[in-house]
């Protein structure tokens, strides 16, 4: 019984757990000539067209009658040359002859020259990098790099058809026994095996749900479930024939099927009928025992109109009692190990890759699950649901069509226990995979309703409406009570409870702006979770200020002016990019877009397109977190540390812009869908918003001797955001420019947070006099960056550059000379550092594994812009909570659960806590060659100004990310010239 046949369990369990090698040399065509590209884009379904250099595709082949006759991986090795790997080359040869006739294309069968070993398993990538010259981290699924093994030449692909990751070894056989030797070598400490079976043809590709090609044999696309590899845009053989089966529907499907009998043996070609009938349900075109799924499985098609996943039948003249399934039994990232049929109920994902945001659907699907499956009442809030993010191994070794595991991450309150949830929820298996409590004495963010509730509780309450009376307010409708986290500062009635302080001003009438009339000294702080007033902190009534405060023109008498002529943003032609959901391409850059309640705006998968390559920059960028500090100690504002991003969510405060006035020219604008307090999907129309923008020259030279002038314009991508936190206004704000620069750049405007002073007070060093009686402290934004780096690459690392004057002597004879010292770092705590003006300190991402044609590493240089650094001494609350504060810069080895800077729940926690930025650090681990995340503080320090009431002028600050080395030369040459038409129109 193949169950108990220890040579194919071990040789399988090898593979599935560690790494295995084996010889699975096929047949090996090279297609090459002028027409190669176009032949084969006639021939083949895939998009062959489009394939760089070094990129390879599956695909299938068909007959004139739309049947599958070969799928293969196609590798574009030239631009004029391609390998394509068959196991029955002699008919692939013939039928390329037939059409061939008209195309300048030659088919070589060059298997007796070139050998392939395949490494397959979670540790083959460790047994790679061991025996070859350049490491393989950054070659993607599915493409192919010459290599060296020693001197011995080699081309290694990444493709993995046993379902694991997975790479294959091309090269001479006079160099087998070498290539053993060295993989035995390298995979000694990993237990390494050979094998020997046929366990790489049937229980391994088969619990994955990856078909061979006898199960495909007789099949179009459509049929076995490949119409994603198919172009229909383009024109192939056998297209007109596919294109019926598309357009009505398929006949016949391949499916999965699970036998419990341990001892039947099922043959290939066994007829299946409905159980107990003699109706034929389909054909077995695979069985095999699942080693890993413990139990027997195969593949089936079957007619459509007969049979359905979920249906019991019978296999042969034996009847054999079997259940039709889905064809994955084994999938550790979908905890799938059965093959069970999915429930008929289940929503059905458009999404096309991983990343793609939850839809509004998805969203009120999971909060469904989560609600049924643990019996949820209206006790319980939800903070935030959207996306679960997939590892990061999953997203990178993504390819089109591979399945996707929806799944929605949530934070749940419960508001009569206090207590906080995480939650992950599978939206495509329908149940709840992960249901885990946060700590105590960690609180979520504020739920937007929360809002609302806190103000109509501080209104309503006769104490507070006792002290208002005191400051001459009666009419609660003009008042308004802004919520304020609470912070952490050991006062012993609050521990234990969910609490908001509050600011409160008051309007002078209806649309008045009652930032100008703050009612200072009352703050009234509540137990959010009962809607109780807790006390109410009054330090004494101030009379209001005696100013005009607002911006409006109709309300404050502003006249407006009159000189400014019209500025029209033209684009005729519409913008450059192109979008596919969430997914970008513009001038070289390809990116895709993502939002969640906390952050807001985050960009993924940031990559350059160079010389037909796309070279990846980083995986992942987005704001960690936002402190604003107050330096006043009186006691209106002395708590006052707001954690912006943590405490009440960015991402769910955003605005919805509007075209002419957050944006001009040529927009999109991408929805966020997010979820309200009691469980219900909401969306925030245009809460993205991209367009382009002409940023002046982009390079320029203009030869004096003969006055021939060259000038290229420049011109960026922009993404951003804007968010309202109470008072202040932020806009957040990626550039990506033609020269391969990044940006990253806040926008901070919005009203001032104040205070009445007394007649007569004297004027005061903690802040200003912005306007009468109304006075402003100075206080700072403090806004943390993680940016998961991935120049080239997932490995690199950071160097620390300072430029200092050379030594006096001989060698600096007009002592001018200065230098640049280079330190590379080795692990975390070397890499906490701040900036240095006096040396122009610089930080420079690097690949020490990629090397540009001068044979050096290639890198990304952090360009720090304005910065500073907190006020607020070593034992203050703020710096208690937040210490990495006193570090611009951190590097920390990458953690996938390692995302904020202040921790997961900063809302009430106190400092010192394990899970915050500078803990993280203290583990000092390795930094060098390793997947690493900078962590960047940018800081404004803000001294408060007339100007900047009633409402502020914005300020702007932030930070670029340049290449350095990463391009053998400026990457804007090819920018076009100016058109003759647009040097007449100006």
């Known amino acids: 019984m193949r169950k108990n046949n220890m040579e194919l369990r071990n040789e399988h369990e090898a593979v599935r757990e560690r790494v295995g090698f084996h010889d699975f040399t096929h047949e090996l065509l090279e297609v090459t000539g002028r027409d190669a590209r176009s032949f084969l884009d006639q021939m083949l379904v895939n998009d062959i067209a489009s394939c760089s250099v070094g990129q390879g595709k599956y695909t299938t082949m068909l007959n004139e009658k739309g049947h599958i006759i070969d799928d293969v991986i196609i590798f574009r090795l030239k631009v004029d040359t391609f390998w394509i790997s068959t196991l029955d080359i002699a008919s692939m040869i013939a039928w390329f002859e037939k059409y061939a006739a008209g ?34 981290d950054d070659l993607s699924f599915n493409w192919i790099k010459d290599n060296k093994i020693d001197n011995v030449p080699v081309k290694v692909a990444r493709c993995g058809f046993t379902g694991e990751l997975g790479y294959e070894l091309y090269f001479a056989p006079e160099h087998t026994h070498f290539i053993e030797t060295k993989l035995f ?120 109109v007969v049979a359905k996943i979920g249906d019991t039948v019978t296999i042969g003249d034996q009847h054999i009692e079997a259940v039709l399934t889905d064809k994955v039994f084994y999938d550790p990232r979908n905890t799938k190990r059965t093959g069970d049929a ?206 005009d ?119 999109d604008y991408f929805d966020a869908v997010l979820c309200d307090g009691e469980g219900e999907a909401t969306t925030i129309p245009n809460a993205i918003c991209m367009h382009e923008e002409d940023y002046g020259i982009a390079w320029k030279h203009t030869d004096f001797r003969t006055g021939e002038m060259e000038v290229r314009r420049s011109r960026r991508l922009v993404i951003s955001f804007f968010t309202t936190v109470a008072n202040y206004d932020y806009g957040f704000y990626w550039y990506l420019y033609t020269d391969g620069t990044i940006e990253h750049e806040v926008k901070a405007t919005g009203m001032l947070n104040v205070s009445a002073m007394y007649d007569g007070e004297e004027k005061t060093a903690y802040g200003a006099e912005v306007a009468p009686r109304v006075f402003a402290p100075h206080h700072q934004h403090f806004f943390n960056y993680r940016i998961d780096t991935q120049v080239d690459g997932e490995k690199n690392s950071v160097i620390e550059l300072n430029t200092v004057p050379a030594d006096r002597g001989r060698d600096n004879p007009n002592n001018n000379a200065f230098q640049a010292e280079v330190t590379t770092f080795e692990t975390e705590m070397e890499a906490r550092r701040n900036m240095n003006l006096e040396t122009a300190r610089r930080w420079r991402i690097i690949n020490e594994h990629s090397k540009n044609r001068m044979g050096q590493p290639v890198g990304y240089s952090l360009e720090p812009g304005e910065n500073c650094s907190p006020m607020a001494n070593d034992d203050a609350s703020v710096i208690k909570r937040a210490p990495f504060l006193k570090k611009h810069l951190h590097v920390t080895q990458y953690d996938e659960n390692e995302m904020f800077a202040p921790g997961d729940y900063p809302n009430q926690k106190k400092g010192g806590s394990a899970d915050e930025l500078s803990k993280y650090a203290e583990q000092n681990r390795n930094i060098r060659n390793e997947d690493i995340v900078l962590w960047y503080n940018v800081g404004l320090h803000h001294y408060t100004r007339p100007e900047d009431f009633p409402v502020m002028p914005t300020a702007y600050i932030g930070f670029k990310l340049k290449p350095v080395g990463f391009f053998d030369k400026n990457p804007a040459l090819d920018l076009p010239r100016p058109t003759k038409e647009e040097q007449r129109k100006n």
Not at 109 to 134: A, L
């Open 342 to 547: 999915p429930s008929t109920e289940t929503v059905e994902p458009n999404a096309k890759h991983p990343l793609e945001p939850l839809t509004s659907e998805e969203i009120t699907k999971a909060i469904a699950i989560v609600r049924e499956e643990k019996g949820l009442g209206s006790e319980i809030r939800f903070e935030q649901a959207g996306l679960h993010e997939p590892p990061k191994d999953l997203v990178l070794n993504f390819k089109d069509g591979d399945p996707i595991d929806r799944r929605s991450f949530m934070v749940l309150l419960n508001r009569e226990t206090n207590r906080t949830f995480e939650v992950v929820v599978s939206i495509t298996d329908e149940k709840v995979v992960r249901w885990s409590e946060v700590p105590a004495g960690q609180q979520a963010s504020f739920v937007l309703d929360e809002y609302t509730e806190l103000e109509e509780t501080v209104k309503n309450n006769p104490d507070f409406q006792k002290a208002a009376a005191k400051r001459g307010v009666t009419d609660m409708d003009l008042v308004m009570v802004d919520p304020w986290s609470a912070g952490y500062f050991g006062i012993e009635e609050d521990e234990g409870r969910r609490i908001g302080r509050a600011l409160c001003f008051v309007r002078r009438y209806e649309g008045d702006n009652a930032y100008g009339y703050p009612l200072t000294g009352l703050i009234p702080v509540v137990d959010l979770n009962t809607n109780e007033v807790i006390r109410i902190e009054d330090s004494g009534a101030r009379p209001l200020p005696p100013t």
């Open 185 to 304: 070598e390298s995979g000694q400490p990993f237990d390494i095996v050979e094998v020997e079976t046929d366990v790489v043809l049937s229980s391994l590709p088969t619990e994955k749900g990856l078909m061979l090609m006898r199960d495909l044999e007789g099949l179009d696309p459509v049929e076995a479930g490949l119409g994603w590899s198919v172009n229909w845009d383009k024109d192939f053989v056998g297209k007109e024939a596919a294109q019926l089966s598309k357009d009505n529907g398929p006949k016949r499907s391949i499916v999965g099927f699970t036998v419990e009998d341990d001892y039947a043996d099922v043959e290939l070609g066994a007829t299946i009928n409905l159980d107990g009938t003699r109706i034929r349900a389909g054909t077995v075109t695979n069985y095999t025992y699942g080693f890993t799924a413990e139990k027997n499985i195969g593949f089936a098609v079957i007619n459509n």
């Open 103 to 136: 195309y300048q294309v030659d088919f070589k069968d060059i298997t007796g020259v070139t050998t392939m070993y395949t490494v397959q398993g979670p540790k083959s990538r460790e047994v790679i990098n061991d025996i070859v010259t350049d490491n393989v």
């Open 549 to 667: 405060a607002n911006y409006v023109p109709e309300l404050a008498g502003i006249r407006e002016r009159t000189d400014l002529k019209p500025l029209e943003i033209s684009m005729p032609e519409g913008p450059s990019y192109e979008i596919d959901g969430h997914f970008v391409k513009w001038q070289k850059w390809q990116f895709r877009i993502g939002y969640t309640a906390r952050e807001g705006l985050v960009l993924y998968t940031v990559g350059y397109e160079d010389e037909g390559n796309v070279r990846p920059v980083m995986y992942r960028a987005a704001l960690s977190e936002m402190i604003v500090p107050y330096g006043y100690p009186d006691h209106a504002h002395n708590w006052q540390n707001a954690f912006d991003a943590g405490e009440y969510g960015l991402g769910q405060l955003a605005n919805s812009l509007i075209l002419g006035c957050d944006c001009k020219g040529e927009i």
